[in-house]
């Protein structure tokens, strides 16, 4: 095999690993957006206007940051899923379950935007992999607004 072929075959790869790691995400924001108005619905407490409020705004950076994941993703010839079967088996975010507390919704946020943050340090990697500095900027931006939801929600918590 030549060294043009190898390079080629790596290249391929790795845009192939990159493809899946924007899927999973593209498919961890859709569960999580539907998770997030399921909680906007059914919070209760004391707390129902803040969170009300707080649990739109997080479903609304949900669906910006399905979007562009899922337009980068065509920009670089991948195919974004696009049914809620293939997101449901994708997703590393499970849906609402049952009817809970206001505080154990943010707990289970919080725990939902720490795995999009794992997730997104995946595709973090496999961007550079691929050496696509686009879509590992993109990404890292996601870290830093999730990084500052994390927090803002633990303050909430008092944690």
Same mark, same amino acid.
């Given at each position: 095999?030549?060294?043009?072929?190898?390079?080629? @075959?790596?290249?391929?790869?790795? !845009? !192939?690993?990159?493809?899946?790691?924007?899927?999973?995400?593209?498919a961890?924001?859709s569960?999580?957006?539907?998770?997030?108005?399921?909680?906007?619905?059914?919070?209760?407490?004391?707390?129902?206007?803040t969170?009300h409020?707080?649990?739109?705004?997080?479903? @609304?950076?949900a669906?910006?940051n399905m #979007?562009?994941?899922?337009? $980068?993703?065509?920009?670089?010839?991948g195919?974004?899923?696009?049914t809620?079967?293939?997101?449901?088996?994708?997703?590393?975010?499970?849906e !609402?379950?049952?009817k809970?507390?206001?505080? $154990?919704?943010?707990?289970?946020?919080v725990?939902?935007? $720490?795995?999009?943050v794992?997730?997104?340090?995946e595709?973090?990697?496999?961007?550079g992999e691929?050496? #696509? @500095?686009?879509?590992e #900027?993109?990404?890292?931006g996601?870290?830093?607004?999730? #990084?500052?939801e994390i927090?803002?929600? @633990?303050?909430?918590?008092?944690?």
């Amino acid at each position: 095999m030549s060294t043009i072929q190898t390079k080629t @075959n790596t290249f391929a790869n790795h !845009a !192939a690993a990159l493809h899946e790691v924007l899927n999973r995400q593209i498919a961890g924001w859709s569960v999580l957006y539907t998770k997030l108005h399921h909680f906007h619905w059914y919070v209760q407490g004391p707390h129902f206007f803040t969170l009300h409020a707080k649990f739109e705004e997080l479903y @609304n950076l949900a669906t910006a940051n399905m #979007d562009e994941a899922a337009e $980068r993703l065509l920009a670089i010839g991948g195919r974004p899923v696009a049914t809620m079967s293939e997101q449901l088996r994708l997703s590393p975010i499970q849906e !609402a379950q049952g009817k809970w507390s206001a505080e $154990r919704m943010v707990e289970s946020v919080v725990a939902d935007l $720490r795995t999009m943050v794992e997730v997104i340090k995946e595709g973090i990697h496999a961007a550079g992999e691929a050496e #696509d @500095n686009a879509t590992e #900027d993109m990404l890292i931006g996601f870290t830093a607004v999730l #990084d500052k939801e994390i927090w803002m929600l @633990n303050a909430f918590l008092g944690k």
